[in-house]
């Protein structure tokens, strides 16, 4: 069950002009942190993504199926049920179940490196176009404030590696004399 503070930021992106992938980044987010909780785990980053994507389309967000392999043309959409009282809520033992069966599960699976591993993955199945029209759209939506901070960030970055570039070569000239 997504928390109100997700639904908010949901909310907030899509206010902001943000895309629905963008929206439903937050309920992942949130699910990535109840695996770092402990509240369950996860067998895969994969799985940890596909239980928040799957959270954020309940919460009406339209995130678009998967492209690829996996989304074959026959196959048929799920339709979507209907919230009303006479729609059959899941039984009690099948959510014990399925819940035990998370709560059996690594949180390995949300650790930096495993979700590092992951978008490395995602971004190299991308073709630089669409990471190219991806950085673009988010330049766009990022907003006059957040993109002067980023600003200020990277070149504060710049700064700090050539002087740390420059500190490296004069130590290096300063041990290469001492030996001549």
Avoid: W
């Amino acid at each position: 069950m997504p928390t109100e503070r997700a639904l908010a930021r949901a909310r907030k992106d899509r206010r902001e002009g943000k895309s629905a992938s963008t929206q439903a980044g937050e309920f992942v987010r949130e699910e990535i942190e109840r695996i770092r909780q402990g509240k369950h785990g996860a067998r895969s980053p994969e799985q940890a993504i596909a239980i928040g994507l799957s959270e954020a389309r309940r919460a009406g967000i339209a995130v678009p199926a998967k492209k690829g392999a996996h989304s074959a043309k026959s196959s048929r959409k799920k339709p979507v049920a209907k919230k009303t009282s006479a729609s059959k809520a899941a039984s009690a033992k099948r959510s014990r179940a399925a819940l035990g069966a998370l709560k059996r599960e690594s949180s390995a699976a949300a650790s930096k490196a495993a979700l590092s591993e992951h978008a490395k993955e995602a971004a190299a199945r991308r073709t630089p176009t669409e990471r190219s029209a991806a950085a673009r759209k988010a330049a766009r939506t990022k907003g006059a404030t957040k993109r002067k901070a980023a600003a200020k960030k990277a070149a504060g970055t710049r700064a700090t590696t050539r002087t740390a570039g420059a500190t490296r070569a004069a130590r290096t000239r300063a041990m290469r004399s001492r030996t001549r």
